[in-house]
């Protein structure tokens, strides 16, 4: 029952993170601005996903798994051409064809160089430590991609621009169903897995908490603030004028 449920929640998880980046390529084409989207966190998942792809291939996934690092990888590739094409960055034509072909060509050597002996290592010879090695680079990679959207916050006082909240949402829910696979499934339990999801999610909560705390400050308490402040005004100009009306009535009963 719970292997059952374990693939339930998994497939629910790769779901997630396949479909996860296109509301993000939407936005960047209806906006035709990438301001905000760091552009080092598109080429990093951009990366990691041939390194998940030779994982799941070598270790014999079942086709979901296997096509889920590929569709991501696709996906990722369009998000990094959008963040090269559109303004703030506005790369040359020809830069931008050159380095999604190097990264293609880069995708096709490592999976054909790897997989087969990957394989042979793995499946023959039982030994995991040299895919071990493919799955924490991915794993990495994937990770490190969540850390310049920081550095964005904090150029904008926590506010998230560029960045499409459903994406980050779909791609949260992904993490959290895969966790809850790995909690239900015991008997199979993936240390490293449990550890990228825990970060990957930690990660997209603080962008989620950030964007909150900026909303609370700057939207949602900006009227009463302001309310606040004129009501302080008032009261400061009223006590001006009583002072003002005592000094008058004191000079005319000198003056009497």
């Excluded at 209806?30 to 996903?49: H, V, Y």
């Excluded at 794993?139 to 991609?145: I, K, P, T």
Aim: with cysteine.
């Amino acid at each position: 029952m719970s292997s059952a449920t374990a693939n339930v929640l998994a497939t629910i998880g790769t779901v997630c993170w396949c479909v996860q980046l296109i509301p993000q390529i939407i936005s960047n084409y209806r906006k035709k601005n990438t301001t905000g989207l760091p552009e080092s966190m598109a080429l990093l998942w951009c990366i990691c996903a041939p390194f998940f792809a030779v994982y799941f291939l070598s270790e014999d996934s079942t086709i979901p798994i296997i096509l889920q690092p590929h569709l991501f990888g696709a996906l990722c590739l369009v998000v990094y051409i959008q963040v090269m094409y559109y303004p703030p960055v506005s790369r040359p034509r020809k830069q931008i064809i050159l380095r999604a072909g190097l990264f293609l060509i880069f995708w096709l050597a490592l999976e054909i160089s790897s997989v087969i002996p990957l394989r042979n290592i793995y499946l023959k010879h039982g030994i995991q430590w040299p895919l071990l090695i493919y799955g924490v680079l991915a794993s990495v990679l994937l990770a490190f991609g969540l850390v310049p959207p920081y550095f964005e916050l904090a150029k904008r006082k926590g506010r998230v621009v560029g960045i499409n909240l459903l994406f980050l949402a779909t791609d949260l829910s992904g993490a959290v169903f895969s966790l809850a696979s790995l909690a239900v499934d015991t008997t199979n339990f993936d240390i490293m897995g449990c550890i990228i999801y825990c970060i990957c999610a930690s990660l997209e909560v603080g962008i989620f908490l950030s964007h909150f705390i900026w909303y609370c400050r700057f939207k949602l308490f900006r009227y009463d603030n302001t309310k606040e402040d004129v009501e302080d005004k008032d009261n400061t100009d009223k006590t001006s004028s009583d002072i003002r009306r005592d000094e008058v009535e004191l000079e005319n009963k000198l003056e009497v």
